[in-house]
């Protein structure tokens, strides 16, 4: 054979990420793909640019363990989904690419350990090596002791192989303690003190490798003083969260500072808590190794009686990090991280702990991500993705999760094919046909060990799979709302709520997830500390009886439902008497959708009642004290004047901009008349031009066309409707019923004989509807596949064949106009995910939408091709560059056509289905 690849190197024989996955879990591990549709990435559309229809078709890959749950990001073919999602699952689970049975772990565990105190390690850039630095750096006897703890917070992989030794590490870290100390006791060359909890290397490091130390340009071996603040949180609730500065000195290891702060000997008495808050966070809790009842921090050993009869236990920072903690604890920024050789510090604010308190909640969540803790609330609705701000439902879902340390929610899309009562309203020009299909999702939520929390299934569906997502996540998140505004409700008439055919709760389960939110409420409940003293209620202030006082001219409308606004507003803390304010929150473009329950109440009734350029000043009770503490930016003013005197809060907002639903700003707010009454008229001057005895209307969707018809004296006898949405036909039959049964008392020289609707698709032929005096096909052919489009010309021209033709589409070059409008950029948005970019057509069910040049092209050498001629007109605008709004092709049958004047020698073909008919003959008058 020839040799001209090159030789293959080594032919490791390397399972793929899915195998592996597959020889751990076998059938328990469930692999779901999820299609999406890629974005445009530019929002800026170009006239005359031929832009790709549809993106290419994307795939997620959800992948479901009993441990975990994963979602691979969008990968082109659905295979790779599959390999990036078991790839995502291993690292989350720490399984190198091999796995390893606890023998195989134990030993390497041991040779980890041997690395961590190997020479080279000293100079690598692992996070420990800092720590080993730092303790080298000591003077004294604690020289060169390395806390244990330290190792392990800083080591994944060494907590991974605990992992695979122990598996209760993952959800108790410290159960790694006895697990490390075993494998060191089997190393001659490490030293473990047991009760002090360090380990330290026999042989001292050679001198050629401590010297480099002293080359590391830092702050700390520069002999600068370092100061960063932390937060340090009390177990008595008697006493306030406050603000710490940790002095980290040169040549000092920031451990013994902790330690000292904590009240504990050493470095090695400081436990380290997990990362906690953002994910790119480096906050962690601190608190102290020396009482016992930390490293025995097994949640079933405690009942609520014990913790909170427990002076010692810390239920402000055990909520936080969803874990018992007792004693004193500092919640700080700072470590040695993968980001440098040198020590990471980051001050944390006293607003920081209360920012997290508020992100623990959903609606916490969403104000935080709108960044307007007093302004945003969770929304009751998501109508459309366009109209929503901040996080989506269902990132804040997962961010719950996270937060809560649960399992990451599993979606699972139901599609119906079949149509649904319970479908969205149809809107005027008829999206919907019948096949379209909707989706449900159903959502479940797991705890980090599998149980079953929670269960939704709701009953809505949607067009949209992201909107159901969306939807249910925000169900979800609402329902779990309830509970944290008061978490001492009772939890079986909160499952039996509202929703409760929807949901399911497992009681059991969901109590043991959130028992530290019911322990943090109850603390906080009887005492309201504020200022390290006790307060029951807060004195409220007159202020909040002030009428709102309204300023500004009255101009045009106020904003409706659907409507998005833009505002600015301010929100000061006014203490009564004393004329001191002090500002708490403050938005110069803030955005929300009204009627969606997006804002505080007060806000919203506010807005409703101003017109653009007014602003109002009203005033409000507080809120609760975390949500004015994590909006404080000086922070220990705003305390004191809360301790003050009366308080309450000041709003001023002012209404800077309001945008109609888009349906409106389409039909009302650029043209006059409307777009669709433009094209009736378009229409109708040709109908009276060819004294048109019979029309078809190509597409009808729910009748506008023929009912508007229907109202204008004509020459018309016979009007026909065709189209395949169910709901459109259903829709018009009605709408023309009860005209029609009026017809003759209302306008009795109508010449109308009858008005049929037909079941069907215009692509295909039905004799009955043979050689009309006029088509219309207005707005429809871009709701149909391009090959369709061209299909659907083909079949009208050579086998309807009627005298004239009229079809209408929109001008693509127009949109650019209509985005400059600034109306349309909150059109509806085709995708499912990723930012909110405009519509790329107008409107998400269009499949194409055409330049003047490509419905130029398509209609002359259509006509060219069955002996028609072609002229082009349009309606919106006044037809100058970029062109009409909606452009309008008129064809018209060739005098010199031969083939219709044998009239139709087509056979009896039939392919529609009459779905509703009146005839002027068959109708009594019931006047007469
Ligand atoms: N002509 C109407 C409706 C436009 S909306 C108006 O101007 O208001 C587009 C309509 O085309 C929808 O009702 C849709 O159901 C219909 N449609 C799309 N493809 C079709 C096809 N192949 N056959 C019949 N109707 C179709
Ligand atoms: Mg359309």
């Not at 999820?34 to 800026?44: A, D, I, M, R």
């Not at 980290?248 to 504990?264: F, P, R, T």
Request: one cysteine or more; aromatic letters at 8%; hydrophobic letters at 35%.
């Amino acid at each position: 054979m020839e040799t001209e690849n090159p030789p293959v190197a080594v032919k490791k024989q390397t399972l793929t990420a899915k195998a592996i996955i597959h020889q751990k879990y076998g059938t328990k591990a469930c692999y779901k793909i999820e299609e999406v549709e890629e974005k445009l990435s530019s929002n800026v559309l170009c006239p005359g640019l031929t832009l790709p229809q549809k993106g290419p078709s994307l795939f997620r890959c959800f992948l479901q363990l009993p441990d975990i749950s994963v979602v691979s990001e969008p990968c082109k073919k659905k295979k790779d989904a599959q390999q990036s999602a078991a790839q995502l699952a291993l690292v989350k689970l720490g399984i190198d690419s091999e796995s390893s049975s606890p023998t195989d772990a134990v030993d390497e565990l041991v040779s980890r350990l041997t690395y961590m105190f190997s020479n080279e390690f000293l100079s690598s850039l692992h996070p420990l090596s800092g720590h080993l630095k730092a303790v080298l750096r000591r003077d004294d006897k604690r020289c060169g002791l390395l806390p244990l703890y330290a190792v392990i917070s800083c080591d994944p992989k060494l907590v991974n192989l605990c992992k695979s030794i122990d598996a209760r590490v993952e959800a108790n870290p410290l159960l790694s303690i006895p697990i490390v100390k075993g494998a060191v006791a089997r190393l001659s060359e490490l030293v473990i003190s047991e009760e002090e909890l360090w380990i330290k290397r026999k042989e001292p490091y050679p001198s050629d490798v401590i010297p480099s130390l002293d080359n590391q340009e830092s702050d700390i071996t520069n002999g600068a003083v370092t100061v960063t603040k932390a937060v340090y949180i009390p177990p008595s609730l008697d006493k306030d969260v406050v603000s710490l500065s940790l002095n980290m000195g040169s040549e000092v290891y920031y451990l013994d500072i902790i330690a000292q702060e904590l009240g504990v000997v050493d470095a090695s008495k400081v436990l380290i808590s997990r990362t906690i808050g953002k994910s790119s966070s480096e906050m962690r809790l601190y608190f102290s190794a020396l009482e016992p009842k930390n490293l025995i921090s097994d949640p079933e050993f405690h009942s609520a009686k014990d913790v909170s009869s427990d002076s010692s236990f810390n239920v402000r920072a055990s909520y936080l990090l969803g874990q018992h903690v007792y004693g004193n604890v500092i919640l700080a920024s700072v470590g040695y991280t993968w980001r440098g050789a040198e020590l990471f510090h980051e001050d944390v604010s006293v607003r920081s702990y209360f920012r997290m308190l508020v992100g623990k909640t959903p609606d916490g969540i969403f104000k935080l991500s709108r960044d307007a803790i007093l302004a945003a609330d969770l929304p009751q609705l998501f109508t459309t993705k366009t109209n929503w701000r901040g996080s989506l439902p269902r990132d804040l879902l997962c961010a719950f999760c996270r937060q809560h340390r649960l399992s990451e929610p599993v979606f699972t899309l139901v599609c119906n094919s079949l149509k649904s009562d319970k479908e969205l309203h149809e809107s005027e020009n008829g999206q919907t046909s019948p096949e379209i299909e909707t989706f449900r999702c159903n959502i479940k939520i797991f705890s980090k060990t599998q149980e079953l929390i929670l269960e939704y299934f709701p009953e809505e569906s949607f067009k949209k799979q992201g909107d159901s997502m969306q939807n249910a996540s925000l169900k979800a998140l609402l329902w779990f709302n309830i509970y944290f505004k008061q978490p001492n409700a009772d939890l079986e008439k909160l499952s039996l709520s509202s929703v409760s055919n929807e949901l399911n709760c497992n009681l059991t389960s969901f109590v043991k997830e959130f028992y530290f939110c019911q322990l943090m409420h109850e603390a906080q409940q009887p005492r309201d500390v504020i200022g390290g003293r006790k307060r029951n209620r807060e004195p409220q202030s007159d202020l909040i009886n002030k009428n709102p006082r309204m300023e500004g001219e009255v101009s045009g409308s106020s904003p409706s439902i659907g409507s998005v606004v833009s505002i600015s507003y301010t929100v000061y803390l006014v203490s009564e008497g004393t004329e001191i304010r002090e500002l708490l929150e403050k938005n110069d473009d803030f955005e929300f959708e009204i009627g969606a329950g997006a804002v505080i109440s007060n806000i919203e009734s506010a807005v409703t009642q101003m017109t653009v350029g007014q602003s109002i000043c009203f005033y409000m009770g507080l809120p609760p004290k975390e949500f004015i503490l994590a909006s404080a930016v000086e922070y220990e003013r705003v305390l004191s004047l809360l301790s003050s005197s009366p308080c309450c809060l000041e709003y001023t907002t002012s209404l800077l901009q309001v945008t109609e639903p888009f349906e409106d700003r389409m039909e009302q707010a650029l043209f006059s008349p409307p777009l669709s009454k433009q094209r009736l008229e378009f229409a109708m001057h040709y109908i009276k031009e060819f004294s048109a005895a019979s029309l078809i209307d190509f597409g009808c969707g729910s009748g506008s066309l023929v009912d508007s018809l229907i109202d204008i004296p004509s020459s018309l006898e016979k009007i026909v409707g065709v189209d395949l949405s169910q709901k459109g036909l259903v829709r018009a039959a009605k709408v023309l019923n009860s005209k029609l049964e009026k017809l003759k008392t209302v306008m009795p020289t109508s010449r109308i004989e009858s008005v049929t609707l037909y079941d069907g698709s215009i692509t295909v032929f039905d004799s009955r509807l043979y050689g009309f005096d006029v088509g219309a096909c207005l707005e429809v052919i871009e709701h149909m596949e391009e090959d369709q489009a061209c299909l659907f010309g083909d079949v009208a021209l050579s086998l309807f064949r009627p005298k004239l033709l009229i079809v209408s589409t929109p001008n693509y070059e127009y949109n650019i106009i209509m985005q400059k409008s600034n109306l349309a950029t909150q059109e509806e948005d085709p995708d499912e995910k990723g930012g909110a970019q405009p519509c790329k057509f107008r409107n998400h069910d269009h499949k194409f939408e055409w330049t003047r040049q490509q419905f130029n092209q398509w209609a002359t050498a259509l006509a060219l091709r069955h002996n028609y001629s072609v002229e082009f007109g349009g309606v919106g605008g006044d037809g100058s560059e970029p062109g009409y709004a909606s452009q309008i092709a008129v064809f018209r049958i060739r005098n010199d056509s031969s083939v219709e004047v044998s009239g139709p020698t087509v056979e009896v073909d039939h392919h529609y289905k009459t779905v509703w008919e009146w005839n002027a003959a068959t109708t009594e008058n019931p006047a007469e």
